[in-house]
């Protein structure tokens, strides 16, 4: 099954549930969606699958208390593809979209319709934090449409602006938390390189421990804003 074949039914499934006829005497309530995506992470590089070096126990936590999806997988093996296909619920050979952005002007069709705005349809508030690797004209990091600039980890900083969406929005919302991590460069906080010393993978250890720091703060922000049983949560990585 591929993995965003099996977003697109479920979310859809979901969508279904709250599109309510006028004449019905209570409205289903909508859930709120959180798709949480990695960057490059490794299949077997998190303790929920038998990691012994890297260490993420927050994304155990959730897998924990939610379903494990074995025979799941992505529908292309390089970011941009995979991640078209993910917000249009459609192979992207169906649309030309097979390889990774090579110039300008390259990117999803103007006609595909994607996820938000399919949600935006049913009353839902949507945003994008992170990577998007779906537009060949944009090269840097923006915040609705500004130039962005930051002073501490990335990773953390992504999480920090999940968790102020999370906190300002009325339900119901969705949101694309797009991690870079642990994709190459390997750069990685001072104080999570110190947790791995001495150990061979170090750099992506600690990539990988951010990237789990900062899940677990946007779940957190969920409970602290009391939305955390309203929300159905999505975890994967692009490819």
Same mark, same amino acid.
């Given at each position: 099954?591929?993995?965003?074949?099996?977003?697109?039914?479920?979310?859809?499934?979901?969508?279904?549930?709250?599109?309510?006829?006028?004449?019905?005497?209570?409205?289903?309530?909508?859930?709120?969606?959180?798709?949480?995506?990695?960057?490059?992470?490794?299949?077997?590089?998190?303790?929920?699958?038998?990691?012994?070096?890297?260490?993420?126990?927050?994304?155990?936590?959730?897998?924990?208390?939610?379903?494990?999806?074995?025979?799941?997988?992505?529908?292309?093996?390089?970011?941009?593809?995979?991640?078209?296909?993910?917000?249009? /619920?459609?192979?992207? =050979?169906? %649309?030309?979209?097979?390889?990774?952005?090579?110039?300008? &002007?390259? $990117?999803?069709?103007? !006609? @595909?319709?994607?996820?938000?705005?399919?949600?935006?349809?049913?009353?839902?508030?949507?945003?994008?934090?992170?990577?998007?690797?779906?537009?060949?004209?944009?090269?840097?990091?923006?915040?609705?449409?500004?130039?962005?600039?930051?002073?501490?980890?990335?990773?953390?900083?992504?999480?920090?602006?999940?968790?102020?969406?999370?906190?300002?929005?009325?339900?119901?919302?969705?949101?694309?938390?797009?991690?870079?991590?642990?994709?190459?460069?390997?750069?990685?906080?001072?104080?999570?390189?110190?947790?791995?010393? /001495?150990?061979?993978? =170090?750099? %992506?250890?600690?990539?990988?421990?951010?990237?789990?720091? &900062?899940? $677990?703060?946007?779940? !957190? @922000?969920?409970?602290?804003?009391?939305?955390?049983?309203?929300?159905?949560?999505?975890?994967?990585?692009?490819?």
């Amino acid at each position: 099954m591929k993995i965003d074949h099996l977003l697109a039914v479920s979310l859809g499934t979901i969508v279904g549930l709250t599109a309510c006829s006028s004449d019905q005497k209570e409205e289903v309530r909508k859930p709120n969606i959180l798709i949480l995506l990695a960057d490059d992470a490794g299949y077997a590089d998190f303790g929920f699958m038998g990691s012994a070096d890297i260490q993420t126990p927050n994304i155990d936590r959730l897998a924990a208390e939610g379903r494990i999806f074995t025979d799941a997988h992505v529908a292309a093996t390089v970011s941009s593809p995979s991640r078209s296909m993910m917000l249009t /619920g459609r192979y992207g =050979q169906r %649309y030309g979209y097979e390889c990774n952005l090579d110039k300008p &002007g390259d $990117g999803i069709p103007d !006609d @595909e319709e994607l996820l938000p705005a399919l949600l935006k349809r049913y009353g839902y508030r949507t945003g994008c934090i992170g990577k998007w690797h779906l537009d060949g004209n944009l090269q840097q990091y923006q915040y609705n449409g500004q130039k962005l600039s930051f002073d501490g980890y990335f990773t953390d900083e992504l999480a920090s602006k999940a968790r102020q969406f999370v906190a300002e929005s009325e339900q119901p919302f969705m949101l694309y938390m797009s991690f870079t991590a642990p994709h190459s460069p390997n750069e990685a906080a001072e104080e999570d390189l110190a947790r791995f010393e /001495g150990q061979p993978r =170090q750099k %992506y250890a600690a990539m990988m421990y951010a990237l789990d720091r &900062g899940v $677990g703060k946007i779940v !957190d @922000e969920l409970k602290a804003a009391g939305k955390f049983d309203d929300t159905i949560i999505f975890f994967f990585s692009d490819n």
